[in-house]
Every structure is written in C-alpha cells, then in structure tokens.
C-alpha cells in the first residue's frame, strides 16, 4: 500500500496548518511526518461483523468510521438513536460493507444480551467488539459514593464481560475474533480527581489480561489507553474539576496540557487508528497489551 513522504512539515504542527494532510477516516492527518494515501487503506476487514459500544460520539464514533474504511460491517451500539440515524450514512460512505444501528444501554444487561442476541441471530457472528463507554464522574476518591463503584463496574466489566460471552463462540467457530477495549492511561497511572475511573479502568485492565490467557487461538483481546483526548466527555471533566477548584476549564487543560510532550490534546480518530489496527490481521499476534496513545504523558517505561 502506498505512502508519501512529506517534507519540511514540523513534527508539532497544528491540525489545519498543513495542505493535503489527511487521513482516510476523517479528511485530517497532521503531527507525524508520513500520512497514509487516501486510497491506501486495506481492505483487510471484509467479510467482518464488528459490533462497536459507544459509537455515537467520540472515540467510539471514530473506531467505527475506521473500521468502516477496512471494509468491515458495523453494527453501532448506543443509547440515542438520532445520533446512530446521523452515523449511519457516513459509515457507508466511509466504506462500510453493511451499517446498522443498535439502540441498547450497557446499564440494562440483560436487555443487552438479548439484544446481541437477536443481532447474531439476524446478521451471523459478530467477529470484531469495541467495549467503550463513557467514564464515572470525577472527584476525590474519598468523596466517592459506594453505589457510583458499582454502576462503574457494571457499565464497564459487567457488560464487557457479557458480550464476550455471547460474542466468542461466534468468533471462534469463525478462526477470527478481536476484542478492543477503550479505557484510560490510569491502567497504568492514576489521574489525580478520577478515583472512581482509576479503580475501574485497573480493574478492567485485570479483567482483560486474564481473558487473553483463556480466549481460543485466533481470538485476541487487547486494550487502548487513551491519554487527553478532544471529547464531550475530557469537556465535562475540564467543567467539574474547575468548579471544584475555582478556576477555569482553559486552565485545566493547560495544566492538562503541561504533562504531555506533544504539547497537544489527542484527537479520536488518533486512537481510533490504534483500535483498528489491533482489529487488524496484522495484529494476529498481539493478545492481552494495554497500548497508551497519550502524546507520550505516560512516565514509565
């Protein structure tokens, strides 16, 4: 597949600064000195069924117009149908084989499993999951309601866990199946005023790595781990903490801002380039990993 060379193009540049930087998801590409060509994308997906939580906004929203561009059949997953409506189109145009829209609630499970259910039933296997959704509010830990623990654990693992055991044995009696889960860099290091997110995303993290012990050969599960990301919901976390400390959501960001080396919020369709390609064939060999895509915030090695 085919890939240009740009030359003389700053590695910290901004998002419209650059002519003709573009990716095949999102018409943008910038900050990296090679962009793949528009009609480089591979068609490695064809033939795939992936099934995408949260597809209505965010990185969600982006995983699913990535997978889209490698061929695969969407089926979008989330709670407000006018948004999935919207989605749908661009999906086909994206280069989605089919698209469909899945109007459920990862806090309704058992509604959920039917509903996965009944879509296996109609449309065959679903061979790729994307497990994303939106984090627990933020706030010390200590302030922290026990019940705020247990909708977080239900919304993330409980569910996750649910359609990996709908999802599986699909997968498995079809060779191929990718698990992909959306969760944070507080796998690796805690967020200051994300107790609640922090304990979960471990957790998740735990709950992933032992599953990719136990998971049939050519089914793998994998985590990305987003760092600072331009979404609705980094906006509503920037809102909160500055109400609690009496500044500014522009100074959140900027403290924000000061830990990552990239000088630059992530965007979605950046991590959403990681989840695909874990989707990937490619990626065959790769089971049970938490890849950070955080501008390099991270400080382990």
């Given at each position: 597949?085919?890939?240009?060379?740009?030359?003389?193009?700053?590695?910290?540049?901004?998002?419209?600064?650059?002519?003709?930087?573009?990716?095949?998801?999102?018409?943008?590409?910038?900050?990296?000195?090679?962009?793949?060509?528009?009609?480089?994308?591979?068609?490695?997906?064809?033939?795939?069924?992936?099934?995408?939580?949260?597809?209505?906004?965010?990185?969600?929203?982006?995983?699913?117009?990535?997978?889209?561009?490698?061929?695969?059949?969407?089926?979008?997953?989330?709670?407000?149908?006018?948004?999935?409506?919207?989605?749908?189109?661009?999906?086909?145009?994206?280069?989605?084989?089919?698209?469909?829209?899945?109007?459920?609630?990862?806090?309704?499970?058992?509604?959920?499993?039917?509903?996965?259910?009944?879509?296996?039933?109609?449309?065959?296997?679903?061979?790729?999951?994307?497990?994303?959704?939106?984090?627990?509010?933020?706030?010390?830990?200590?302030?922290?309601?026990?019940?705020?623990?247990?909708?977080?654990?239900?919304?993330?693992?409980?569910a996750a866990h649910i359609?990996?055991?709908?999802?599986?044995?699909?997968?498995?009696?079809?060779?191929?199946?990718?698990?992909?889960?959306?969760?944070?860099?507080?796998?690796?290091?805690?967020?200051?005023?994300?107790?609640?997110?922090?304990?979960?995303?471990?957790?998740?993290?735990?709950?992933?790595?032992?599953?990719?012990?136990?998971?049939?050969?050519?089914?793998?599960?994998?985590?990305?781990?987003?760092?600072?990301?331009?979404?609705?919901?980094?906006?509503?976390?920037?809102?909160?903490?500055?109400?609690?400390?009496?500044?500014?959501?522009?100074?959140?960001?900027?403290?924000?801002?000061?830990?990552?080396?990239?000088?630059?919020?992530?965007?979605?369709?950046?991590t959403a380039a990681a989840?695909?390609?874990?989707?990937?064939?490619?990626?065959a060999y790769i089971r049970?990993?938490?890849?950070?895509?955080?501008?390099?915030?991270?400080?382990?090695?």
């Open positions: 597949m085919g890939w240009r060379r740009l030359r003389n193009v700053p590695l910290r540049t901004g998002l419209h600064s650059v002519p003709g930087l573009a990716c095949p998801t999102h018409r943008r590409y910038s900050g990296c000195m090679t962009t793949p060509d528009l009609h480089a994308v591979p068609r490695d997906l064809l033939g795939r069924h992936a099934l995408v939580c949260g597809a209505s906004a965010g990185i969600g929203r982006a995983s699913a117009l990535a997978l889209a561009a490698r061929g695969a059949s969407i089926t979008a997953l989330a709670r407000r149908a006018d948004r999935l409506d919207s989605l749908l189109p661009e999906l086909r145009a994206a280069g989605a084989a089919e698209a469909r829209a899945l109007v459920a609630d990862l806090d309704r499970r058992a509604d959920l499993a039917d509903r996965v259910e009944a879509l296996i039933e109609a449309h065959g296997p679903v061979h790729i999951v994307i497990n994303n959704t939106g984090g627990p509010p933020g706030g010390p830990l200590l302030q922290a309601e026990p019940e705020a623990f247990s909708v977080a654990f239900g919304r993330h693992i409980l359609l990996a055991r709908v999802c599986v044995p699909g997968m498995q009696a079809s060779g191929f199946g990718r698990i992909v889960n959306v969760v944070s860099t507080s796998v690796y290091e805690p967020i200051p005023n994300l107790g609640v997110s922090n304990t979960i995303r471990g957790a998740m993290g735990g709950w992933a790595k032992s599953l990719s012990r136990e998971l049939p050969e050519g089914v793998t599960i994998n985590n990305v781990l987003p760092g600072f990301t331009d979404t609705e919901r980094l906006t509503s976390l920037a809102e909160g903490r500055a109400r609690r400390e009496g500044s500014s959501s522009d100074q959140v960001r900027a403290n924000w801002l000061a830990q990552v080396p990239e000088g630059r919020l992530g965007r979605p369709e950046e989840v695909a390609f874990l989707c990937s064939p490619s990626a049970g990993v938490s890849l950070p895509v955080d501008g390099g915030r991270l400080r382990g090695i």
